[in-house]
């Protein structure tokens, strides 16, 4: 019996159980009679259960894409499901999927032997906590909240009561998270002067070349250097598709490009920039990684963002730790469990 013989009940359950949206889909599209059920009202179940299982736990998706400022991020907003509700989802979603792949490098990425893929309960986990992590930087990391009252006591209450929403377990998996986030924005967005004479001599080791740091190189292009980059000497580093590689471009010294210039300060200076840094959402903390690698292009998008950004750093830790102390706990505590892998995502061995 083909599939598009079998009752239109067993259709539907078989829809039902699709594990990705795009799965969904296009199982709809092999033919008129799976297109029809799928059009038919079991259309926004369908696709409710398929975001799911895919970019799931939907409840805590919800919450982030529907808050606005008009009602309190801590409130739990019950919001019938939408095409439009499913596509803000599956945004939101694409860009958590995104984050899970990149997370067991930065979780164990001192630890090799213990590196290991989330499995789907972890993974689970994990969008949850970003999610969460997401709505905190949506509601309380804008304009509206600038640094002179970030340390109020109405400030703190109300960054404290999203926060009590969830368990003392629930925070430590948040932290997880941002411990990802902050040396995503530490290592990739904003490397220190150290990370980047680091990444330079493994590249090109031996090459003689002294760096030059906290010093502005941001010379406009010149005619020279279209003649200069079609030259022989601007490939020496490697092959042209190398070359061309706009992460590799940024290590590789020329006339108007110091790779010195890229780094972002050491010690005290570059601590306060990524706490400012940490502001930024998932979103676009991933978009700087893939598509900003040098440092104007990430300073171009910061200051677009308004004055309020600069020298504004991030409130997560400081009212996790005052939630924690409420409780009766340490944050200390928690924060080396999290490190040591007790409390967090993944939580132990992989056995």
């Known amino acids: 019996m083909l599939l598009e013989d079998l009752p ?33 009202s079991k259309k926004l179940v369908i696709l409710q259960e398929a975001a799911e299982r895919q970019y799931g736990p939907l409840h805590d998706a919800i919450q982030l894409v529907t808050h606005n400022a008009s009602q309190p991020a801590h409130m739990v907003r019950p ?20 984050w899970e792949e990149i997370y067991p490098f930065k979780k164990w990425k001192t630890d090799f032997a213990d590196r290991r893929l989330l499995d789907d309960e972890e993974r689970v986990v994990f969008r949850r906590a970003l999610y969460r992590l997401w709505l905190f930087s949506r509601a309380y990391h804008n304009r509206e909240h600038p640094r002179l009252l970030r340390a109020s006591p109405q400030a703190m209450m109300e960054r404290a009561m999203l926060l009590h929403n969830f368990n003392t377990g629930e925070l430590a998996e948040m932290l997880d998270v941002h411990n990802m986030l902050r040396d995503t924005i530490s290592n990739n967005v904003c490397p220190s002067n150290g990370t980047i004479r680091r990444k330079f001599e493994k590249r090109f080791p031996g090459s003689g070349h002294q760096l030059l740091f906290n010093i ?12 200069f980059a079609s030259s022989d000497e601007y490939y020496i580093y490697g092959s042209p598709r190398v070359a061309e590689s706009k992460y590799h471009s940024k290590f590789v010294p020329s006339r108007t490009h110091e790779p010195g210039a890229e780094g972002w300060g050491d010690d005290v200076l570059h601590y306060y920039v990524v706490e400012d840094m940490l502001k930024l959402d998932p979103a676009q903390i991933l978009h700087l990684r893939n598509e900003a690698p040098l440092k104007d292009q990430v300073e171009s998008y910061v200051r677009e963002l308004g004055e309020w950004f600069d020298n504004n750093g991030e409130t997560f830790c400081q009212t996790m730790a005052h939630v924690v102390v409420q409780r009766g706990g340490e944050m200390e505590e928690i924060r080396e469990a999290v490190l040591d892998g007790m409390l967090g995502v993944a939580v132990g061995d992989a056995e």
């Open 8 to 40: 239109t009940e067993i259709l539907t359950n078989v829809f039902t159980r699709s594990p990705t949206v795009p799965s969904a889909l296009a199982l709809a599209s092999t033919c008129r009679r799976l297109h029809s059920i799928f059009k038919s």
């Open 216 to 227: 502005h190189l941001n010379y406009p292009l010149t005619n020279g250097y279209s003649n």
């Open 79 to 98: 919001v019938p499901i939408s095409e439009t509700l499913l596509r803000s989802i599956v945004q939101a979603g694409k860009v958590a999927v995104q």
